[in-house]
């Protein structure tokens, strides 16, 4: 992959976890995730336009204007995800308390979002969530964890979970009791 | 679902019943699945994945004008209509979401030598969107897809299924699981390598058989 490429995929992959922050947001009416995902688009709209930029350089290097074509469109789309996103994030900012309903729709939507502090005694503490599959074993992908006052937003899969941590995450209604469970240390991680 | 006429579509969203909720929670539906599509059909150079995405563009369409139908027939008051509006907003940006996918899909109308470097980024992608077949050997076969619990147990999204020459998209909790289907998945590597394993029969399905008791 080269730089223009993997510039794409983070436009993509970060659009992705913008809207499960908007969402959580939301679903906790927690404005400073809200405020994060304000920053993060900020940040991907210029991420968008150097690949646009850099997509035209190359058109007047290479003369493959049909890559650029793509490359150009797509950023575009990608962009546009990451905007709904912060529409999303502004009804937290704006709102005392969004209304019930929008709530109930996120807990009924076939993806949902869940949010679970990592109590002594977890299965979770002390490894990072690449190393023990959490996605993958426990059906929730995680979003964000903070620790003491801070977020760790996106966190990658060497990120180590700690006693105490809150841990919010994405994935099917029927996943998110075991999770509830893993961090609370009620349920075991199985082999 | 199977490809469907426009109404025989919107049926299937019954929004004269819909209420509020139903209707954000669909429309919130949609627009990941949609996504999801999206990505998939330039990953599969698939066509029919791509008239999906359109459709689903079109039904959304229709959510959006009847949610805000519904919105404003139950506003009482100010406050209500404040609330509401903020609601209406949540709609629009997933509306904006389904937008964004029909434009994904529109790059296939591009020159198809032009697209391959997306395959190859999409692949690198935190979560990916790969396929597998499930193999008449496998016990997931006759099953259903509820049942199972395929997301949680794996992390694995069926965003749809390939069945001979048929589609069948962002499959519903009963749809049985039948031998050949081609599965088109979401999700991490590692939570592809498993679903493979159960997928090809080298695995056996897990059982929970105290968890039902457990929650009565």
Known sequence: ?191 | MYDLGREQRLDRYDLAHATVRDILTEMKDISEIMVDLAYASIMFDSEEIAEEVKNLEEDMEELSKSIRTKAMLSARTHKDAAKLSSLLEVAAASRRISNAAGDIVKLMECEVDKRPFLTFILREAEEKIKRLVLEDVSDMVGRQIGELGVESETGMRIIAIKRGKRWMYDPEEENKLKAGDVLIVRGTDDGYDVLRSFANGDEKWPEYPDEDEEED
């Open chain 1, 1 to 191: 992959m080269d730089q223009l490429d993997e510039m794409l995929l983070e436009l993509k992959d970060s659009s992705e976890l913008m809207i499960d922050l908007a969402y959580s947001s939301l679903l906790y009416n927690n404005k400073e995730i809200a405020e994060e995902v304000v920053l993060m688009e900020e940040v991907l709209d210029e991420l968008a336009n150097d690949i646009q930029r850099q997509a035209i350089a190359r058109v007047m290097r290479d003369r493959d204007e049909g890559k650029a074509f793509t490359v150009i469109k797509l950023a575009a789309a990608v962009e546009e995800i990451s905007d709904a996103a912060m529409q999303i994030a502004m009804v937290t900012i704006d709102d005392d308390e969004p209304h019930p309903v929008i709530r109930l729709s996120i807990k009924d939507a076939d993806t949902t979002i869940t949010l679970a502090e990592v109590k002594p005694g977890s299965d979770l503490i002390g490894k990072s969530l690449g190393k023990m599959r959490l996605a993958s074993r426990s059906g929730m992908w995680v979003v964000a964890v903070k620790r003491d006052r801070k977020y760790l937003y996106g966190p990658e899969k060497d990120a180590v979970i700690e006693e105490g941590d809150v841990v919010i995450s994405r994935g099917p209604p029927d996943a998110e009791k075991y999770f509830q469970d893993l961090c609370s240390g009620e349920e075991r991680l199985e082999e």
